[in-house]
Every structure is written in structure tokens, then in C-alpha cells.
């Protein structure tokens, strides 16, 4: 986000090793040893972990995560030092550098959590043994590991974008700020639409929060579709927390402004929240496909190894997504005019803003987005279609009207989430009001109605309900 005239480092110089001359293919054979030692002594760990039930324990549960990310972290660099020795080519792009140096930092971040967990995990197993299952629970395991995996995300992009910021001229002059028109709101009306809005955020934040506490104390709720649920809920609460609360201090105070790195925070955020939510709902319509269509494999096909990589997966990948957009998004320049005809910076918004080419971004949104967002949908779809071939071919009352329960509402969150986003990203050809609703909707709308959709017309989650109750006025 830079001016048109300015001069900018494209890529940097790698020196490598301080290796004597004639000693290059020495060092290559080592490392090369040492780095398929790594990735293939650890690939075994993750095996053997997989395959042998007894092994399923938090102690190797962690292990296995931290045999990943050992394995991704040599992956960051080691491959590219090789490649150097081997070639003598000792250049890295600008994008090169910045996301070795993301990834770098992220796996460093996620190995020293994860040495914390299992010291503490050592700790209960001597210290406290007869409590050890009690509290090393499956819920407290994975609430750990998706922890560690936040708070290094958040901590690499933080030491990220302070970098990008210091890798452009002294002498420059940038875009610091930029102004955030909110929503298109007829004058005098602000109060009745910040009240609207701020009933919508605090009924998303209560109504999730519910969902995940009422999962948490019914050990009826322990199944992998509540536990998917579970990461649905507190995924929207971020999703709409990353906006919502900035756009309601804008419409209260009449500060339109956020920074730079704000703007950009805010897109990262964005971005992985809204693409997390894309790929849970994909995971659960497959979780109903096996439910229905393989009821008897169900519980050995939907193995709480595989919710969990499939949870961590769908987080690591928005995180790259994220990434991948943000840094492109980044060497781009803006002119002079930096208002935002949006509530937040939203990343087509931006990219109508900028005087530099946007053909890549745009290229990378119809492929790599459309590849992120049709492959999901078609799962959806895919298994919907294969649920209603099912349960057609043996038509009963009982279970259309079970399919429907379980499915329908769903289906319904799908269709208002990924229409409303296919309008914004794939199908808007210049920016308008229309785009900002369509935006409200799947930001806003859809993260509030998730708790209604999912809760209200659930019979597990109403007997959760009424069994809290009960036990709250109990205490009275």
C-alpha cells in the first residue's frame, strides 16, 4: 500500500551456511539426512499413534501434533537451504521471504506451546494419577492443541505485519489510515440501527456461547457433531466480533477512521474466520452424510482422530488462505483516496481502491478462492444429494422427517452463506450498496442465526437446556 513512484525490494540475497569452499557437497548429504530423518522418524510417530489403539491417550495425542509440527518446521526452511547449496541460486522473493518468515515463526510459536502442554500433561499423569482421565479429558486436549494453534497465529502475524511495515523506504509516504463510510444509513437513523445491530452482535455472542457451554456439561453432547458444532459457534463469534464491534464504535462515536495495520489485521482476521466457517460446514454436512448413510460404521468412521484433524486442518488452511490474500494485498498502492465504502475492509472493497494492477489479486480470488469455496460447497451438495438418494429409496415418515431435522436446517445456513458471498466475490462486477448487504448477511445475519437454526429445533440440545435449568434453580 505504497505510491506508484516508489522503489521496493523485490527479493533478497540468502548467503546460507558459512560452509569452506569445496565442502558444499558434504554438507548437502547432511542435511539432506538429517532433514528426511526428521520428516520420516516423525511421518512413523504419526503413524504408529494412528494405527495402534492404545496409543490413543493425551500424552501421544500430543505427541503426534508436536511430531507435525516438527515436521513443518524443518519443511520451512530446509528445503530451501538445499535447494540453494545445490543450484548456487541464493535468491528469495519479497512473498517468499515474508511467508518463510510466517510460517517460521508460527511452527516455533506451536512447538513451544505444545512442549508447555505435554510438561503439563507429565505433570497431572505423576502428581495427580487417579485424577489423570478426569482431568486430561478429550475436550481439555483438543481445546489445548486449536489454543496453541491461535495463539500462534496471532503471535507471527503480529511480528508479520510490523515487519512488512519496516520493509519499505524511510522516506516514503503511505497510506496510514484509512476511513471506514459504514453503512448506507439515512440521516437520523443511526440510533435505531446501532441498537439493531448491537441486539444482532450480543444475541451472536450469547446465543454461541450457549451452545458451546450446554456441549461442554452434557456428556450427551460428546459426539462429533456437536463437537464440529462446538468450532461452528465459536468460529462465528469471531467471525462477527472482527467487524461488528468496530463498526458500532464508528456509528456511536463518528470516528470512521482504523489504521493501516488495523485494516490489514482486521482482513487477516476476517479471511480466516469467514473461510473456517466455509470448511466446518462442510465437515459437518459430511459427518450427516456418514450419520445417515453408514449408521453402523458411524462411530469407527467418525473417530475422534479424525474430527480433530479435520478441525486443525480446516484452521491451518484458512490461516494460509488468509495469509496468501494479505500478502498480496499488501505491495499494492493507494493514491489519495482511502475511503472505504464499507463497514470494514473488506478485501474486494480495497482492491476497488487501489491505482496499482490488480489483475493477480483477482486472478488468485477466481482460482484459489473459487477452488476454496466451490470444493467445500460441492462437498455439501455432494452429500446431500447422496442423503436424499438414500433415504428415497426406502421412503419412510420417520425418516424423511428425522433427514429433514437434521438437515434442513443446515442446508438452509449453507445457502444463505455461500450465496451471499458467491454475490461479493464471483459474481460483482462493481462495488455498491447491493454488495454491502449481500456482506451484512453472511458477516453479520448468518452467524446470529446459527444458534437459532442449530438449538432451538434440536431435541438434544432443548434436553441440555432444560437439564442446566434444572440444575441452576436446584441451587437456589
Request: with cysteine; aromatic share 12%.
Amino acid at each position: 500500500m505504497r505510491p506508484e513512484n516508489q522503489s521496493s525490494v523485490s527479493h533478497f540475497l540468502l548467503l546460507g551456511l558459512p560452509i569452506p569452499p569445496g565442502q558444499q557437497g558434504v554438507f548437502f548429504t547432511l542435511f539432506l539426512g538429517m532433514y528426511l530423518t526428521t520428516v520420516l522418524g516423525n511421518l512413523l510417530i504419526i503413524l504408529l499413534i494412528r494405527l495402534d489403539s492404545r496409543l490413543h491417550t493425551p500424552m501421544y495425542f500430543f505427541l503426534s501434533h508436536l511430531a507435525f509440527s516438527d515436521i513443518s518446521l524443518s519443511s520451512v526452511t530446509v528445503p530451501k537451504m538445499l535447494m540453494n547449496m545445490q543450484t548456487r541460486q541464493q535468491s528469495i522473493s519479497y512473498v517468499g521471504c515474508i511467508s518463510q518468515l510466517y510460517f517460521f515463526i508460527l511452527f516455533i510459536g506451536l512447538d513451544n506451546f505444545l512442549l508447555a502442554v505435554m510438561a503439563y500433561d507429565r505433570y497431572v499423569a505423576i502428581c495427580h494419577p487417579l485424577h489423570y482421565t478426569t482431568i486430561m479429558r478429550e475436550r481439555l486436549c483438543v481445546l489445548l492443541v486449536v489454543g496453541a494453534w491461535i495463539l500462534s497465529c496471532a503471535h507471527d502475524l503480529l511480528h508479520t505485519l510490523l515487519l512488512v511495515r519496516l520493509m519499505r523506504p524511510e522516506n516514503q509516504s503511505s497510506v496510514s489510515q484509512f476511513l471506514l463510510l459504514g453503512l448506507p444509513i439515512p440521516p437520523g437513523q443511526q440510533r435505531v440501527f446501532f441498537t439493531l445491530f448491537l441486539g444482532m452482535y450480543l444475541t451472536t455472542v450469547l446465543g454461541n456461547l450457549l451452545i458451546i457451554l450446554l456441549i461442554r456439561l452434557d456428556s450427551r453432547l460428546h459426539t462429533p457433531m456437536y463437537f464440529f458444532l462446538s468450532h461452528l459457534a465459536l468460529t462465528d463469534i469471531s467471525f462477527s466480533s472482527v467487524t461488528v464491534p468496530k463498526m458500532l464504535i464508528n456509528m456511536q462515536a463518528q470516528q470512521q477512521s482504523i489504521s493501516y495495520v488495523g485494516c490489514i489485521s482486521q482482513l487477516y482476521f476476517f479471511i480466516v474466520f469467514g473461510c473456517l466457517d466455509n470448511f466446518l460446514l462442510a465437515v459437518m454436512a459430511y459427518d450427516r452424510y456418514v450419520a445417515i448413510c453408514h449408521p453402523l460404521y458411524y462411530s469407527t468412521i467418525m473417530s475422534q482422530a479424525l474430527c480433530t484433524l479435520l478441525v486443525a486442518g480446516s484452521l491451518m488452511a484458512a490461516c494460509v488462505h488468509a495469509l496468501f490474500h494479505t500478502l498480496l494485498l499488501v505491495p499494492l498502492s493507494f493514491c489519495t483516496d482511502n475511503t472505504i465504502t464499507h463497514f470494514f475492509c473488506e478485501l474486494t472493497a480495497l482492491l476497488k481502491l487501489s491505482c496499482s494492477d490488480i489483475s493477480l489479486n483477482n486472478l488468485v480470488i477466481f482460482t484459489e478462492g473459487g477452488m476454496l469455496y466451490f470444493l467445500p460447497l460441492s462437498i455439501v451438495l455432494g452429500s446431500y444429494i447422496r442423503i436424499g438418494t438414500i433415504i428415497l429409496r426406502v421412503p419412510s415418515t420417520k425418516r424423511l422427517s428425522k433427514a429433514f431435522s437434521t438437515c434442513g436446517s443446515h442446508f438452509f445456513v449453507v445457502s444463505l452463506y455461500y450465496g451471499t458471498l458467491a454475490g461479493v466475490y464471483f459474481f460483482s462486477s462493481s462495488w455498491g450498496s447491493k454488495d454491502i448487504i449481500a456482506s451484512v448477511m453472511y458477516a453479520v445475519v448468518t452467524p446470529m442465526l446459527n444458534p437459532f437454526i442449530y438449538s432451538l429445533r434440536n431435541r438434544d440440545i432443548k434436553q441440555a437446556l432444560e437439564m442446566c435449568m434444572n440444575r441452576f434453580n436446584s441451587l437456589k
